[in-house]
């Protein structure tokens, strides 16, 4: 039998609006989204860290493409010719230098390519009428955080580890800011670049990240038979990865504002873009591999 459109169609009449961001409703509307991406995301970026180096640089190597063709998208270029194309080039390239430990012929190609980019770009075309460097900034801004996350995952004995305190720490930062700006509402922290974030969700992430981060390195510590870290050492760089996380959420926020867009793209329901999802990480993994390389090679970032 033949059911007729008017009983089984949608309900006649305007959609209900969504809840008002400043009740509970409202306030956490996006997290099913957020936890659904996140369960998607999280699995396999461990899943690589615990493989080893080679899985991880074709991890890298997949997110650098993204990273540099939402870049030059919030640019108003295109990766498949020049300008825009520079950015992506640049960072893969040296990202293979890096994936064999040539470290200063790396970050020389990133320099390079981000001269390239800048000189050839019209700044015209550029979205907001934004100068030409925005283009150029895309190659350091991407390519060190590559280089430095291969770096740290390169090490025979401490990469696996590194990359998971770094990664456990970030998103410690980012979940307990949510979840703290979103339960206690209250004081903006900088309305002009992000009118969502509030001081209870700053001091949020950060109790989050040293608390994450502590626990982290106890549990890898005790796993690895290696001698405890000491609480005031860990705690300290638990708490500077967890601010430089933060730190990089607001640039990328004051980004987005330069360019009058809400995201850097839509490739992550719930998320936005991938340099939406990194942020964090991109600002705070540089950090962590000049720490390494100060510390030198097979040591914890905590030790």
């Given at each position: 039998?033949?059911?007729?459109?008017?009983?089984?169609?949608?309900?006649?009449?305007?959609?209900?609006?969504?809840?008002?961001?400043?009740?509970?409703?409202?306030?956490?509307?996006?997290?099913?989204?957020?936890?659904?991406?996140?369960?998607?995301?999280?699995?396999?970026?461990?899943?690589?860290?615990?493989?080893?180096?080679?899985a991880?640089?074709?991890?890298?190597?997949a997110?650098?493409?993204?990273?540099?063709?939402?870049?030059?998208?919030?640019?108003?270029?295109?990766?498949r010719?020049?300008?825009?194309?520079?950015?992506?080039?640049a960072?893969?390239?040296?990202?293979?230098?890096?994936?064999?430990?040539?470290?200063?012929?790396?970050v020389?190609?990133?320099?390079?390519g981000?001269?390239?980019?800048?000189?050839?770009?019209?700044?015209?075309?550029?979205r907001?009428?934004?100068?030409?460097?925005?283009l150029?900034?895309?190659?350091?801004?991407?390519?060190?955080?590559?280089?430095a996350?291969?770096?740290?995952?390169?090490?025979a004995?401490a990469g696996?580890?590194?990359?998971?305190?770094?990664?456990?720490?970030?998103?410690?930062s980012?979940?307990?800011?949510?979840a703290?700006?979103?339960?206690?509402?209250?004081?903006?922290?900088?309305?002009?670049?992000?009118?969502?974030?509030?001081?209870?969700?700053?001091?949020?992430?950060?109790?989050?990240?040293?608390?994450?981060?502590?626990?982290?390195?106890?549990v890898?510590?005790?796993?690895?038979?290696?001698?405890?870290p000491?609480v005031?050492?860990v705690?300290l760089v638990?708490?500077?990865?967890?601010?430089l996380?933060q730190?990089?959420?607001f640039?990328?926020?004051?980004?987005?504002r330069?360019?009058q867009v809400?995201?850097?793209?839509?490739?992550i329901?719930?998320?936005?873009?991938?340099l939406?999802?990194?942020?964090?990480?991109l600002?705070?993994?540089p950090?962590?591999?000049?720490?390494?390389?100060?510390l030198?090679?097979?040591?914890?970032?905590?030790?």
């Amino acid at each position: 039998m033949r059911v007729s459109a008017d009983v089984t169609g949608p309900p006649v009449g305007p959609a209900p609006p969504p809840p008002p961001a400043n009740t509970a409703a409202g306030r956490w509307r996006d997290l099913r989204k957020r936890i659904l991406s996140a369960a998607l995301m999280a699995p396999a970026a461990l899943l690589c860290v615990w493989l080893g180096a080679e899985a991880w640089t074709a991890l890298m190597a997949a997110a650098a493409a993204l990273l540099a063709w939402e870049w030059v998208r919030l640019c108003g270029f295109s990766t498949r010719r020049l300008p825009g194309s520079a950015v992506p080039v640049a960072v893969l390239a040296a990202g293979a230098f890096a994936v064999e430990a040539q470290w200063l012929p790396a970050v020389a190609l990133l320099c390079a390519g981000a001269l390239v980019a800048g000189a050839m770009a019209e700044p015209p075309r550029f979205r907001g009428g934004l100068p030409g460097t925005w283009l150029a900034f895309g190659v350091l801004y991407i390519g060190l955080a590559c280089v430095a996350l291969i770096h740290l995952r390169g090490d025979a004995t401490a990469g696996r580890v590194n990359v998971l305190f770094l990664f456990l720490t970030v998103w410690a930062s980012d979940i307990g800011a949510y979840a703290a700006g979103r339960w206690l509402g209250g004081p903006k922290l900088a309305p002009s670049v992000s009118p969502s974030k509030t001081w209870a969700g700053a001091a949020g992430g950060l109790l989050s990240a040293v608390a994450v981060g502590g626990a982290a390195a106890y549990v890898m510590a005790s796993a690895a038979g290696t001698p405890a870290p000491t609480v005031g050492r860990v705690l300290l760089v638990a708490g500077a990865i967890g601010l430089l996380a933060q730190v990089g959420d607001f640039f990328e926020s004051w980004i987005k504002r330069r360019f009058q867009v809400k995201d850097s793209s839509s490739l992550i329901p719930g998320h936005g873009g991938l340099l939406d999802r990194l942020d964090g990480v991109l600002a705070a993994a540089p950090a962590a591999a000049a720490l390494g390389v100060l510390l030198g090679p097979g040591e914890a970032l905590w030790r």
